[in-house]
């Protein structure tokens, strides 16, 4: 039971590089969620997507795209990375509006 | 908008003393969510509480939400090793929106 698995695990970057994390689920949950980790500033919500084919800004979204693949998977995307979005990125699934379960993370760094 | 503040931020207790973390919320809390992050790791689904007054316990951590719902306490009782890590509250938002905003996270280490 993998329940929500992100790719990368890590990743560095060059300012300017892009790159898309991945997510997928496989508890068959409407909505997905990626958020930021900082240090000293918990958790904020990038994006989240209430259900397939919809998608919607979060607390900080400059600088990052989103896609709703399919009901499974949930992508997100810099288009142009910068050092302020050095930071660990989780994914999360819930079945609307239900407990959250996150992923283990993604730890980027944009040099 | 929605504010949670946790506290203490950091804490360091011997193993074996009971210790209490909070999460009080500016606004009514509409579902509230205990986490709890290993270094290194995701967050690990601890308990959820919804109505005023209700307390769900598991092994030795007891979570509490207050009769007006807006201030939530973590309990654990006899603290092991295993307990360290980072615990973060989480609130639902109103209006039937599927977001959660977190407070930043109350350190816990436990030395033996």
């Known amino acids: 039971n993998a329940g929500v698995t992100q790719t990368p695990k890590f990743q560095v970057l060059k300012t300017g590089q892009s790159m898309t994390l991945q997510c997928a689920q496989d508890?068959?949950?409407?909505?997905m969620y990626w958020y930021r980790q900082d240090p000293g500033m918990g958790l904020r919500l990038i994006y989240y997507s209430a259900s397939e084919g919809t998608t919607d800004k979060g607390e900080v979204p400059n600088g990052y795209n989103v896609s709703r693949l399919n009901k499974r998977e949930f992508s997100l995307r810099l288009e142009s990375a910068a050092p302020s979005q050095t930071s660990v990125y989780f994914c999360a699934s819930s079945r609307d509006r239900n407990i959250q379960y996150f992923g283990a993370g993604t730890r980027l760094s944009v040099l | 908008s929605q504010e949670l503040e946790q506290s203490p931020q950091s804490l360091i207790v011997q193993e074996g003393k009971n210790l209490t973390i909070n999460c009080t919320s500016s606004k009514t809390l509409y579902g509230l969510y205990w986490y709890k992050q290993k270094y290194g790791e995701g967050l690990i689904f601890l308990m959820m509480?919804?109505?005023?007054?209700e307390e769900k316990s598991h092994e030795k951590i007891t979570a509490k939400l207050d009769e007006k719902k807006q201030q939530s306490s973590l309990h654990i009782t006899a603290s092991q090793p295993s307990h360290a890590g980072i615990y973060l509250c989480g609130a639902g938002l109103p209006g039937g929106a599927q977001k959660l905003v977190f407070g930043q996270g109350t350190r816990l280490t436990i030395n033996p």
């Open positions: 508890m068959n949950h409407n909505s």
């Open positions: 509480l919804q109505k005023g007054g």
